[in-house]
């Protein structure tokens, strides 16, 4: 028996828990039941007191008159939405005022046929009907929470079961977060501590929670080590970026859960706060970059912007970014279907003001790419597209060639043919003395648009002529083959996760962040400019994947084993961002430097490039190979059959 009502009890708490609301029809019913009710009971006591008389039939005329006006009142006021589970006394202060207007009105209006006038009357009434109103309706509303409460607490057990939680962040505001956790998720959270590395107060208790502060930060290393906490909740981004490399670490090492509060600064009691489970990207975001919208947003609003590669991680993500400033038209090129069809429904649904051209297309399809410009006249092309992963490129190396060199010439051309202003090529660090067919394919590209712009530069004079300018940046967390969702996905089907060697490095940076860049650098560029993006310290990847693991409440080597693979064709451990013959200078961006790069003829640029794209055209691949290293001198492959040919 015992048992069949614990199972109805925690069949109950799941249902509670997922109920937010209670229907506004089912607390409107009710709410005009306790107004009805009271206005009864006011009537008799407003009798009683002043002693008058009720005629037949008074009762009932009364009480249908409160009806009726609370009805009306209640529907202006609107108090009958109620949040079950956080702070339902919100609507205090309208409940007060509407009760209070009906028994004025009511009190005003009606003798609910007395035969003798009493001046009191209406003074009687309303203050009666105002009390007993007030008592009904706010206690419905008490009776409402703590029923909640106590069938979570009991089929849960509070006690026993919620997590127990430290909040990092300002003594005061951590505070009054943890009143909130502890009220809002009773049952799921019970805040413990504050964590605020920022006070130099010791031994300090506010609110019956202990305060860790600056001096304390031995002691919570210990107690984290020791699982005094199940989980330590972090009240913004910018607090959990700040720690990610100390208290996060401590708990990632130690199996305690973390959490972000992302909408902290949102915090109110119509809205529950989104209490998350860090993610990787969280602990590797660094705080947001600003750009200069007024800058970048007079040149793209009200212009035709067209974006290469569109449906793929950064192009869909540069296309998002330009919506922002109410382009004129942006046209999506792109080869694959689905991706396409899918960025093309995101856009129209946040952007339905911004008109939208996807075009299935080829950047290798000169003819097709020079009619879809022709067509849309655009002020700006940002080219994204590109083959990217390197291991498949070294295998198909007439591929990367025929995409990654001669889609960039066709774009690169077809902007200077029709007039095009900027066109914006997106590069990347591979590009720095490549030692894979990817990265010399996109370091030739590279060649040909800066000789490409060096040439006209020449030629026109002060004449308008395209201007070419190439943004270089590293790995991006979340693009289509990065390591993070490959490891994300090698933990759920429980291991092993694989790292190709224990010392490699990258550069990581967030796709949103990525795109903002590309936006500055391409306002900020005058033509022929390489523009290298600050991004930060590079991480060991072994040490992301222990990271990774940790956070998905496992531990490294024991549940989930790590394997290192060796290195993939043409990879190499670490990435840079310049060549050796480049220097960088500063530009009016703190996070944006410009390479100096090295001069090339343009004419010597296309005549090699012509010769590479033939060779690859008739799939020569050892031709293709020798005629790719001739033209990108500095490309010398590591780990892979092209070795043989790079010149001793």
Request: proline share 5%.
């Amino acid at each position: 028996m015992k048992k069949s009502l614990r199972q109805i009890a925690r069949k109950l708490s799941t249902r509670m828990q997922g109920l937010n609301y209670l229907h506004r029809g089912i607390v409107l019913a009710l709410d005009l039941i306790c107004s009805t009710i009271a206005g009864a009971l006011a009537i008799l006591a407003t009798g009683a007191l002043l002693e008058l008389p009720l005629p037949q039939g008074c009762l009932l005329a009364g009480t249908a008159t409160i009806l009726v006006y609370s009805a009306i009142v209640f529907m202006v006021f609107r108090f009958y939405k109620v949040i079950i589970r956080h702070a339902s006394l919100r609507s205090l202060p309208r409940i007060i005022v509407a009760l209070g207007i009906i028994a004025c009105a009511v009190g005003a209006t009606a003798q609910f046929g007395a035969t003798d006038h009493h001046s009191l009357l209406p003074i009687v009434f309303a203050v009666s009907y105002f009390f007993i109103a007030c008592a009904l309706i706010i206690g419905l509303r008490i009776a409402m929470v703590g029923t909640y409460y106590t069938i979570i607490s009991a089929a849960q057990g509070r006690d026993n079961h919620s997590k127990k939680v430290f909040i990092y962040g300002h003594v005061e505001k951590a505070a009054s977060l943890a009143t909130y956790i502890k009220e809002a998720y009773r049952g799921t959270y019970l805040p413990a501590a504050i964590i605020d590395p920022d006070t130099d107060a010791s031994q300090l208790t506010i609110s019956e929670l202990r305060v860790y502060g600056s001096h304390d930060l031995d002691t919570l290393q210990e107690d984290i080590a020791a699982n005094l906490p199940d989980a330590v909740i972090f009240a913004s981004n910018a607090a959990l970026q700040r720690e990610s490399d100390r208290i996060a670490d401590w708990c990632t090492s130690s199996g305690v859960a973390l959490y972000v509060i992302p909408n902290v600064d949102r915090m109110t009691p119509d809205a529950p706060l989104n209490i998350a489970p860090v993610k990787i990207e969280d602990l590797l975001e660094r705080p947001e970059i600003v750009i200069e919208e007024q800058r970048i947003g007079a040149e793209i609003t009200g212009r035709v912007i067209l974006v290469t590669g569109a449906a793929g991680s950064i192009g869909s993500e540069i296309v998002r970014q330009c919506c922002k400033f109410a382009p004129a038209r942006m046209v999506l090129l792109d080869c694959a279907e689905t991706p396409m069809h899918l960025i093309r429904l995101e856009i129209e649904e946040k952007y339905p003001q911004v008109p939208l051209s996807p075009v299935v297309a080829d950047v290798r399809n000169r003819a097709r790419c020079a009619d879809i410009v022709a067509e849309h006249k655009p002020a700006i092309i940002f080219h994204a597209a590109a083959y990217k992963h390197v291991p498949l490129m070294e295998e198909n190396p007439c591929e990367a060639v025929i995409t990654n060199v001669q889609g960039s010439i066709n774009m690169a051309e077809i902007a200077r043919e029709h007039g095009v202003e900027k066109f914006v090529m997106i590069s990347t660090d591979k590009a720095v003395n490549p030692t894979n067919v990817m990265g010399a394919t996109k370091r030739a590209a590279e060649m040909y648009v800066q000789s490409l712009n060096a040439q006209l530069a020449a030629d026109a004079a002060d004449a308008p002529h395209t201007r070419y300018i190439t943004t270089r940046f590293g790995n991006v967390l979340g693009s289509n083959g990065s390591v993070v969702p490959r490891f994300r996905e090698q933990i759920e089907k429980g291991g092993p996760v694989t790292v190709t060697h224990p010392d490699i490095i990258r550069f990581f940076m967030t796709i949103p962040e990525a795109c903002r860049l590309v936006l500055q650098a391409g306002t900020m560029g005058n033509g022929g400019e390489i523009f290298v993006f600050d991004m930060g310290e590079p991480v060991k990847i072994a040490h992301l994947a222990r990271r990774m693991i940790r956070l998905s409440g496992f531990k490294p080597d024991v549940d989930i084993k790590i394997e290192y693979t060796g290195l993939r064709p043409g990879e190499k451990l670490y990435e840079e961002v310049l060549s050796t013959a480049e220097g960088t200078t500063e530009t009016t961006h703190h996070k944006i430097r410009q390479a100096q790069a090295i001069d090339n003829p343009h004419a010597t640029i296309a005549e090699q490039c012509r010769a590479l794209i033939a060779a690859a055209d008739k799939r020569l691949v050892e031709l293709t190979i020798l005629d790719l290293k001739d033209l990108v001198p500095e490309y010398k492959s590591k780990n892979s059959p092209w070795e043989q040919y790079d010149k001793k």
